[in-house]
C-alpha cells in the first residue's frame, strides 16, 4: 500500500488507530527503510523525564510559597493568595499527574520494577492512584478508543456551560470514577505485592496531603490551606476533564448523541509546542496522536518520531490534525 494512500486514509475523521497497528508494517521511506526498523534507535531519554517532572515540583513549591506570603497581606492578600494558589497547585498537580501515563508505559527508568516504583512514589501518590491500577484503565483506552466501553471517555460530553460546571464542582471526577470501577476491580487474583502497594500509594497520598494542609495551614493560616483543598479538587480536575476532551473530542460529535451508546470514533489532535502547550500538555499529551498511533514511543522522542511519520508519508494526516488548544476550545464550544 503506498504511502501517499495510507496518508489519505489518515486524513479522515477518525484515526483508525486499530488499523495503523494492522498496517505499520507496510511503510516505508524513500529509501526504503521500513518504518519499524526506523523506530529502533528511539530509545527513551529517562533524565529528561525526571528533569520535566522536577518542574512540576518546582511550579508546585514556588506556588506554595507565594501563596503562603500573599495569605499575610490582609484580606485582600487572602483572596489573591486562595485564588492564585488553587490555580496554580491545580495547575502544577495537573502537569505532574500527566507523567503516570509515561509510567504506564514504563518509560521512567530501564527496568520496569523501577520505573513503577518511581511513578508512585514520584506522580500517584497525588491522586492516591498506583501506576497499576492506572495501567489497566489506560491500556484499555487504548483497546477500546472511540466506542462505547472507553473507560477514559471525558470526550462523551460536549463541551459546554454544564460541562463545565460539572468539572468545576467535582462530578465528573465522579462519573469518571464510576466510569473506571468496572476495570480497577480485579477480575483475577492479583499478587499480594500489588495489592499491598495499591493501599501503600493510597494511604501514602492521603498522609501526604494532609501534611501539606497542615503545613499551609501553619505557616500561611486558613487561606494557604484553602487553596490547596481548591487547586487538587477544584482546578486540577477541571484542567484534567478539559484537556482530554480537547486532545479527543471530534468536530463530527453532537451534543444531542449519547456517546455512552453509539460509538463516538478515535479521534486525536496535534497541538503546538510552544511552552503553554508542553506545559498543559506534559509528558507528551501536546502530541498525543504520535502516541496513539505508535505506543510504544516514549514521548521524549516525538520530535524524531515526527519526523518518522513525515519520511513514510504521514505528513499529510498529521497537518490535519495541527491546531492550538485556544482553536480547539472555540471549535468545540458549545457545537451542537
Known amino acids: 500500500m503506498p504511502p501517499v494512500f495510507i496518508a ?3 486524513t479522515a475523521h477518525e484515526d483508525h488507530s486499530a488499523n495503523f497497528a494492522a498496517i505499520r508494517t507496510e511503510l516505508f521511506d524513500a529509501d526504503g527503510r521500513p518504518f519499524t526498523a ?8 529517562y533524565p529528561r523525564v525526571w528533569r520535566d517532572i522536577a518542574v512540576g515540583y518546582l511550579g508546585l513549591a514556588w506556588t506554595a510559597v507565594s501563596t503562603v506570603w500573599l495569605a499575610q497581606l490582609g484580606l485582600p492578600g487572602m483572596i ?18 500527566l507523567f503516570i501515563h509515561e509510567g504506564a508505559h514504563a518509560n521512567l527508568a530501564k527496568e520496569r520494577k523501577t520505573s513503577d516504583l518511581l511513578c508512585d512514589l514520584l506522580v500517584g501518590w497525588m491522586i492516591g492512584t498506583s501506576v ?33 460546571v460539572k468539572a468545576l464542582t467535582g462530578w465528573r471526577v465522579v462519573e469518571v470514577l464510576l466510569a473506571r470501577s468496572r476495570l480497577t476491580a480485579p477480575k483475577a487474583a492479583s499478587k499480594p505485592e500489588g495489592v499491598l502497594r495499591d493501599k ?24 494557604a490551606a484553602l487553596a490547596w483543598v481548591m487547586g487538587v479538587g477544584v482546578v486540577f480536575p477541571f484542567l484534567g476533564a478539559l484537556r482530554q ?71 499529510p494526516a498529521m497537518d490535519a490534525r495541527r491546531t492550538t488548544y485556544g482553536a480547539a476550545f472555540r471549535a468545540l464550544y458549545n457545537r451542537r
Open 8 to 10: 489519505h486514509q489518515f
Open 38 to 45: 526506523l523506530l529502533k534507535d528511539l530509545q527513551p531519554d
Open 80 to 97: 489573591a493568595a486562595i485564588l492564585f494558589g488553587a490555580a496554580g497547585v491545580g495547575f502544577w498537580i495537573a502537569y505532574v499527574q
Open 132 to 164: 497499576r491500577k492506572y495501567r489497566k484503565v489506560h491500556f484499555e483506552h487504548h483497546r477500546a478508543f472511540g466506542t462505547r466501553t472507553d473507560a477514559e471517555n471525558t470526550y462523551f460530553r460536549p463541551l459546554d456551560g454544564a460541562f463545565i
Open 200 to 223: 501503600l500509594v493510597l494511604l501514602g497520598g492521603i498522609t501526604a496531603h494532609l501534611a501539606i494542609l497542615a503545613a499551609l495551614l501553619l505557616t500561611g493560616g486558613p487561606a
Open 245 to 315: 476532551l480537547l486532545e479527543h473530542r471530534s468536530l463530527e460529535a453532537r451534543g444531542a448523541v449519547d456517546y455512552r451508546e453509539v460509538d463516538h470514533g478515535a479521534y486525536t489532535r496535534l497541538f503546538g509546542t510552544g511552552p503553554f502547550a508542553r506545559l498543559f500538555g506534559a509528558a507528551g499529551f501536546n502530541r498525543h496522536l504520535l502516541h496513539h498511533w505508535e505506543p510504544s514511543v516514549s514521548y521524549t522522542c516525538f520530535d524524531e518520531l515526527e519526523e518518522v511519520f513525515e519520511r513514510v508519508g504521514m505528513g
